[in-house]
């Protein structure tokens, strides 16, 4: 899975150590935070987050789309509350979770003030619709044909409000650019979350090394020097280069007025390459597999009727396992990496975040170039 409770639980936990920006906005939407973080804290409750707009227009701010409020924005306010209008993008897990948080992380400009908002919502609010793309479990035959996509889908959506009514008390951010502009950035919660994202990748990983490594013991290929070759280059290298970025985040925080974030220097390198390196994994995969997956009987099924039962047992089985471990085996590792499910979890390593120039801009900014140019400039100075 990617967007576990985890990912959004960082969000709450860093807006609520860094209450200050919100107070800038009035002591009652720090208040706010404050009060929904313990609250989504005592409850256990899966908040989801949409925080980027659907892609309608891209050369144009939230306030001129061609037409109004088809990015969420405040249409009314009435005792006690705003009205929220229009529609927010991809929402993953939205059908999962409990509440969703909505707000952008994509930069807005002076002029977007009706749709300068952040604020918690329970998904069952009156008038907020849920579009959930098609569910990847629907098409499947059963677990051992398709163990993750039949279990771990997280079903993304597309979320539109048909005027909500948000009270104040769920209201973080009111009208205000420069605040919904500075919210995950400027509090540790962008690293935060993405720390998460970074652990999570970095465990992933880890069962594909696994994957991989079984995928040969099966046929007896393991033994091979080209198939370690790959191992090593293509998958171990990455998993242990990780694991470093992971532990060098959590060793080295970054201190500021008292809250320590994991250091984003690293956070965001991971970030950067991940959503290039991802594909190359799998092609590693694939390139071990050949045409495994596709020698596989169609079902499970094919294991109980007496007319298949003798060819698959015979046929299907691997060097070192049996014909229904070996298929159990290929058809886990073609889930992973050929599915639909498959197919989506790879878009997700690309853009759960943001597009590479986005990500890489991120790095730009928290690498210590300064220091690298000292360098430089000493070696310019030790001789004429
Ligand atoms: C499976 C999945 C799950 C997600 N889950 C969530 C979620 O739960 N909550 C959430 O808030 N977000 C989620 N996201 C992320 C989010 O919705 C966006 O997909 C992400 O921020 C990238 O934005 P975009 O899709 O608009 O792509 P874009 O930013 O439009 O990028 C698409 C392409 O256009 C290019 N491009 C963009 N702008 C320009 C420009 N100005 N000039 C030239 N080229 C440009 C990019 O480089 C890229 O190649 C999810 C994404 C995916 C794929």
Same mark, same amino acid.
């Given at each position: 899975?990617?967007?576990?409770?985890?990912?959004?639980?960082?969000?709450?936990?860093?807006?609520?150590?860094?209450?200050?920006?919100?107070?800038?906005?009035?002591?009652?939407?720090?208040?706010?935070?404050? &009060?929904?973080?313990?609250?989504?804290?005592?409850?256990?409750?899966?908040?989801?987050?949409?925080?980027? %707009?659907?892609?309608?227009?891209?050369?144009? %701010?939230? @306030?001129?789309?061609?037409?109004?409020?088809?990015?969420?924005?405040?249409?009314?306010?009435?005792?006690?509350?705003?009205?929220?209008?229009?529609?927010?993008?991809?929402?993953?897990?939205?059908?999962?979770?409990?509440?969703?948080?909505?707000?952008?992380?994509?930069?807005?400009? %002076?002029?977007?003030?009706?749709?300068?908002?952040?604020?918690? !919502? %329970?998904?069952?609010?009156?008038?907020?619709?849920?579009?959930?793309? &098609?569910?990847?479990?629907?098409?499947?035959?059963?677990?051992?044909?398709?163990?993750?996509? *039949?279990?771990?889908?997280?079903?993304?959506?597309?979320?539109?409000?048909?005027?909500?009514?948000?009270?104040?008390?769920?209201?973080?951010?009111?009208?205000?650019?420069?605040?919904?502009?500075?919210?995950?950035?400027?509090?540790?919660?962008?690293?935060?979350?993405?720390?998460?994202?970074?652990?999570?990748?970095?465990?992933?990983?880890?069962?594909?090394?696994?994957?991989?490594?079984?995928?040969?013991?099966?046929?007896?290929?393991?033994?091979?020097?080209?198939?370690?070759?790959?191992?090593?280059?293509?998958?171990?290298?990455?998993?242990?280069?990780?694991?470093?970025?992971?532990?060098?985040?959590?060793?080295?925080?970054?201190? &500021?007025?008292?809250?320590?974030?994991? @250091?984003?220097?690293?956070?965001?390198?991971?970030? *950067?390459?991940?959503?290039?390196?991802?594909?190359?994994?799998? &092609?590693?995969?694939?390139?071990?597999?050949?045409?495994?997956?596709?020698?596989?009987?169609?079902?499970?099924?094919?294991? *109980? *009727?007496?007319? !298949?039962?003798?060819?698959?047992?015979?046929?299907?089985?691997?060097?070192?396992?049996?014909?229904?471990?070996?298929?159990?085996?290929?058809?886990?590792?073609?889930?992973?990496?050929?599915?639909?499910?498959?197919?989506?979890?790879?878009?997700?390593?690309?853009?759960?975040?943001?597009?590479?120039?986005?990500?890489? !801009?991120?790095?730009?900014?928290?690498?210590?170039?300064?220091?690298?140019?000292?360098?430089?400039?000493?070696?310019?100075?030790?001789?004429?």
């Amino acid at each position: 899975m990617g967007r576990t409770p985890d990912h959004v639980a960082c969000v709450l936990s860093a807006f609520a150590g860094w209450r200050q920006l919100f107070d800038r906005g009035g002591t009652r939407f720090g208040d706010n935070v404050v &009060r929904f973080y313990e609250r989504a804290r005592d409850a256990d409750l899966y908040v989801a987050y949409g925080i980027v %707009p659907l892609q309608i227009d891209r050369s144009q %701010p939230a @306030h001129r789309q061609p037409q109004p409020f088809l990015y969420p924005g405040v249409a009314a306010e009435r005792d006690g509350g705003i009205v929220v209008r229009g529609a927010q993008g991809i929402t993953t897990a939205a059908v999962l979770a409990d509440w969703l948080f909505i707000s952008y992380i994509t930069p807005l400009v %002076p002029g977007d003030e009706d749709y300068a908002l952040s604020f918690v !919502t %329970p998904v069952n609010a009156p008038g907020l619709r849920v579009y959930p793309r &098609r569910p990847y479990a629907q098409g499947t035959t059963s677990v051992f044909d398709y163990p993750l996509s *039949s279990r771990f889908d997280e079903v993304d959506a597309t979320i539109v409000f048909d005027d909500v009514f948000v009270p104040w008390e769920q209201v973080f951010v009111y009208k205000n650019v420069d605040l919904v502009n500075a919210q995950f950035h400027e509090s540790p919660s962008h690293t935060l979350a993405n720390f998460q994202s970074l652990v999570r990748f970095t465990v992933k990983l880890e069962f594909m090394a696994g994957l991989a490594l079984k995928l040969l013991e099966v046929h007896a290929a393991d033994g091979k020097p080209e198939a370690q070759a790959s191992l090593g280059g293509d998958i171990a290298a990455l998993c242990a280069t990780f694991d470093a970025l992971v532990q060098a985040a959590e060793r080295n925080p970054l201190i &500021r007025e008292g809250v320590a974030r994991p @250091h984003p220097q690293y956070v965001y390198a991971g970030m *950067s390459l991940q959503r290039r390196l991802i594909v190359d994994m799998l &092609r590693a995969i694939r390139e071990l597999a050949g045409g495994a997956f596709q020698q596989l009987p169609s079902s499970e099924a094919g294991f *109980s *009727s007496p007319e !298949t039962r003798a060819d698959l047992e015979k046929f299907m089985r691997g060097a070192t396992a049996d014909a229904r471990a070996r298929v159990k085996l290929l058809k886990l590792v073609w889930d992973f990496v050929g599915t639909e499910f498959g197919g989506r979890q790879l878009q997700y390593e690309m853009f759960y975040s943001a597009a590479q120039p986005v990500v890489n !801009t991120r790095m730009f900014r928290s690498y210590d170039w300064q220091h690298a140019k000292a360098v430089v400039d000493r070696c310019l100075g030790e001789y004429e």
